[in-house]
């Protein structure tokens, strides 16, 4: 078998397609690098805020780090997600003025509504 690389035009035009599906974002503006998700940031913020209503953290904070790495989260689809993930997918539970995100100094947490 051989593989060949794709020209990075090709490689360019599925990570756009990607990214109108919702599945992917360019980090730069030069879309030099990209976020590829496996669910798209609302699908994500749809499953995080079910784990929290079905949790009993509507109301509550959490950390980041207990969404991601914490003890109640280890059979969560979402947990190991990417911080910058995340952190999108919480922006859009925000948006839907479902959560509000806490990011100053070294404090980073979600409050659920």
Same mark, same amino acid.
């Given at each position: 078998?051989?593989? &060949?690389?794709?020209? #990075? +035009? ?5 990570? +756009? +397609?990607?990214?109108?599906?919702? /599945?992917?974002?360019?980090? !730069?503006? #030069? ?10 940031? +609302? ?10 209503? $079905?949790?009993?953290?509507? &109301?509550s904070v959490c950390t980041l780090f207990e969404l991601t790495q914490g003890e109640d989260t280890t059979e969560q689809e979402f947990h &190991?997600?990417?911080? $910058? ?20 100094? !070294? /404090? ?6």
């Amino acid at each position: 078998m051989i593989i &060949g690389r794709l020209p #990075s +035009e090709a490689v360019l035009v599925i990570l +756009e +397609e990607l990214g109108k599906s919702g /599945n992917a974002s360019p980090l !730069d503006k #030069s879309k030099q690098r990209w976020l590829i998700y496996w669910h798209t940031l +609302e699908e994500w913020g749809d499953i995080i805020y079910n784990w929290a209503q $079905e949790s009993g953290f509507i &109301g509550s904070v959490c950390t980041l780090f207990e969404l991601t790495q914490g003890e109640d989260t280890t059979e969560q689809e979402f947990h &190991g997600l990417d911080t $910058e993930v995340l952190i999108r997918s919480l922006r859009m539970l925000e948006i839907a003025k479902k959560a509000e995100l806490i990011l100053f100094d !070294d /404090n980073q947490g979600v409050k659920f509504f």
